[in-house]
Nanobody, 117 residues
Framework: QVQLVESGGGLVQPGGSLRLSCAAS????????MGWYRQAPGKQREMIAT???????NYVDSVKGRFTISRDNAKNTAYLQMNSLKPEDTAVYYC???????????WGQGTQVTVSS
C-alpha cells in the first residue's frame, strides 16, 4: 500500500519560512521523481517544484530563489523549504511521486499553508 504523507504546513506571517516534508512508504523511493504542487481556492493545481531520482531540480518562476526542493533517499522523504513566504503562497500543498519506469503516479493528501499577518 502506497502512502505519501505530507507534514509541516501551518500559519506563518509574510516573510516567514516553513519546511514541508513528504514521507513515502510502499514504493522504492529511489525509482521515483518527486514533486510539490499547490492549489489555491478557485485555482487549478500547479506544479511548483520537482526533483528527479538523480537530484535534478526544476521550479516554477514564482518560487525560484525562495523555495528549495530536496530529497533524502535513505529516509524515503522529500522536502520543500519555503522562505520569504508571501500571502499569494497560501494554498494546499501536495506531494507527488512518479515512477521513472512509467505508469505509477501517486499523490499525498495535502497540507495547508496559510501566509497571513
Amino acid at each position: 500500500q502506497v502512502q505519501l504523507v505530507e507534514s509541516g504546513g501551518g500559519l506563518v506571517q509574510p516573510g516567514g519560512s516553513l519546511r514541508l516534508s513528504c514521507a513515502a512508504s510502499g514504493i522504492i523511493f529511489n525509482f521515483y521523481n518527486m514533486g510539490w504542487y499547490r492549489q489555491a481556492p478557485g485555482k487549478q493545481r500547479e506544479m511548483i517544484a520537482t526533483i528527479t531520482s538523480g537530484g535534478r531540480t526544476n521550479y516554477v518562476d514564482s518560487v525560484k530563489g525562495r523555495f528549495t526542493i530536496s530529497r533524502d533517499n535513505a529516509k524515503n522523504t522529500a522536502y520543500l523549504q519555503m522562505n520569504s513566504l508571501k500571502p499569494e503562497d497560501t494554498a494546499v500543498y501536495y506531494c507527488n511521486a512518479v515512477s521513472i519506469l512509467g505508469g505509477a503516479d501517486y499523490w499525498g493528501q495535502g497540507t495547508q499553508v496559510t501566509v497571513s499577518s
